[in-house]
Structures are given as structure tokens and as C-alpha cells.
């Protein structure tokens, strides 16, 4: 069985996630992470009040069950499997998405930040998730923060205002 980095709390502790983690709440509570290239996806079962986050650094794991949250191909599964064992209902979800930014300057016209989003959406269209908001893309890192309670979702660029999504 894959590592999971499950995380199934009903506190209102915030928990911050590493790379390739993924993290699931139940009623309250709040998960954050730091993005550059990397997407962060959120899905939230605004029925039952218990969503989760995961931290996606590459579109595709090529058959690695090792950190299943590192992969889009994985990580959404993964973290579908992880809200439904929380009691959320895969039908319930929606997505916000933040990251995919082209965080080195190159003329590399399809960059990881680029790849990983276009993945992430294919993936979540496939499921049949509708992507309710997004902060995606520019060259600069962000920090995400995942009120599970509410459902918001807050970005931060460096220099600029917290936007909430």
C-alpha cells in the first residue's frame, strides 16, 4: 500500500504541507503550503464540511506509488479516497487551484508550472470536478491557506494583498 500523509482532524489547527503531501480535514480547521511551479488543489465537500489539499509537483508519476500526493495522476485519486474515507462524497466536490508558476526565466514554452496545471485540469474534468476558482500561473511563488469550514481558499504573491478564491 502507497505512503499516504493522511491527515483526518476536527481541530482548528492549521497544518502546513510539505511537497507532495497531501492533507485531509473534517469540519474545521486549515491546511497551507508554498507554491512556485508546484499546483495546489483543493477539494471541498461543501455538504459535509471536509476537503483536503494536495501539493502537486509533477503532472505524472510514471508508475511511482512512492508519495502518491507528488503526482497529479496520483494525487487526486489519492485524495478523493482520503475525503471519501472523511465522510465527503466525491459527487459533493469542487476544485480551487493555485501555483503553476513559471518560476525560472526561459523561453521553454511548456513549463512544469504550465504541464502540471494542464494535467491537474484534464484529470479533474475526467472525474467530473468542476474548478470553482484559480490563481495560477506569473512567475512568482505563492502561499496557498485551505479554510475547510468555509470552503476558502486565500492566496498570497509576494508584494500583494491576500486574494481569497
Known sequence: MPETNALHRTSTAARKLGIGEVGVLQGAGELRTLLGSCIGLVLHDHKSH???M????LPVSNGSDHL???YADTAIPELIRQIEAAGGKSRHLSAKLAGGANMF????????GEQNLAMVDRLLREAGILVM??????????KMAYDVATGI???EMVGGPPVEI
Do not use: E, F
Open 68 to 70: 502518491p500526493g507528488k
Open 54 to 57: 494536495a501539493h502537486i509537483v
Open 133 to 142: 476558482a484559480r490563481h495560477c500561473g506569473g512567475q512568482q511563488g505563492r
Open 50 to 52: 471536509v476537503g483536503g
Open 105 to 112: 526565466a526561459s523561453t521553454n514554452l511548456n513549463s512544469i
Open 153 to 155: 481558499v486565500t492566496v
